[in-house]
């Protein structure tokens, strides 16, 4: 058994030495379920780390679970099939950091459409590109929707092989990318709908102002006019 001395330098030559004596199915193991961190995870947790201010938690605790389990492999005096454990178990970790990845960029992207929808909730829609904007909007959005609950539904259904799920996931991704995408086309009508929304809002605000003066001096015109009334009758 290889033995740690204690110093740095002799804990990296000690777990190389382990690492030089590993099996070939170990190593190939290790290989693809890296291949999977590179090619799959990365450019997943990229973009999340582009679309959300605060590095979620769930996801650092994952992949220190990944590199737990992968720093046991490095640990003399195991069985082949101790190792292969491990590395399962840093797999499932790995596709669990995916998926959560896959699901925070379908939050983000959930969120940023209903900002959107409650920005423009008095906004007369129908004035962007003809009437043509709203009904392509909630054609989009529809989509979006379906495909994300697809994403889960699929997650669900594969399980344990949960890795199936990241197609879905994916198509539901893209899916919201193309609304927020057809909002972002239409800027220029958007904000020419919101002008025209406070004109009148405040041409209302200017009617409902005449409104309450007139009304006022008529109530008071018309009580005086009580009272005089009042004071000849009686």
Same mark, same amino acid.
């Given at each position: %058994? ?6 740095p ?8 030495? =382990? ?13 693809e ?5 590179n090619?799959v995870f990365?450019p997943?947790?990229?973009? =999340? ?6 590095f ?8 220190? #679970?990944v590199?737990d *389990?992968? #720093? ?18 840093a797999n499932? *970790? ?7 990845c896959?699901?925070i %960029? ?7 459409v ?8 008095d906004?007369?829609?129908s004035?962007?590109s ?7 909007l909630?054609?989009?959005?529809g ?8 994403? &889960?539904?699929? /997650?669900?259904? #594969? ?11 994916? !198509? ?7 609304v ?13 709908? /919101?002008? *025209?929304?406070?004109?009148?809002? &405040? /041409?209302e605000n ?6 309450a003066? !007139? ?11 009580v009272?005089?009334?009042?004071y000849?009758?009686f």
């Amino acid at each position: %058994m290889i033995v740690n001395s204690g110093s740095p330098n002799s804990f990296i030559a000690d777990t190389m030495a =382990v690492g030089s004596v590993l099996s070939a199915q170990v190593q190939q193991s290790l290989c693809e379920l890296y291949q999977k961190y590179n090619t799959v995870f990365k450019p997943a947790l990229a973009i =999340v780390e582009s679309t959300v201010q605060k590095f979620p938690a769930p996801v650092l605790n994952e992949i220190r #679970a990944v590199n737990d *389990h992968v #720093a046991r492999c490095f640990v003399a005096g195991k069985a082949e099939a101790d190792y292969l454990s491990e590395i399962r178990k840093a797999n499932g *970790h790995l596709i669990r950091v995916t998926l959560d990845c896959y699901k925070i %960029m379908l939050m983000c992207y959930y969120d940023q459409v209903e900002s959107f929808r409650k920005a423009y909730c008095d906004v007369n829609l129908s004035l962007v590109s003809d009437g043509q904007f709203l009904p392509e909007l909630t054609r989009l959005n529809g989509v979006a929707v379906d495909k994300a609950v697809e994403a &889960r539904r699929n /997650e669900s259904d #594969a399980f344990p092989e949960k890795e199936q799920a990241y197609a879905t996931y994916k !198509i539901a991704i893209l899916a919201y990318e193309d609304v927020l995408k057809y909002i972002k086309e239409h800027a220029e009508g958007l904000a020419n709908a /919101e002008q *025209h929304a406070k004109r009148r809002t &405040r /041409e209302e605000n200017r009617r409902n102002w005449k409104f309450a003066v !007139i009304s006022a001096i008529l109530g008071t015109f018309f009580g005086w006019l009580v009272s005089e009334i009042s004071y000849f009758l009686f």
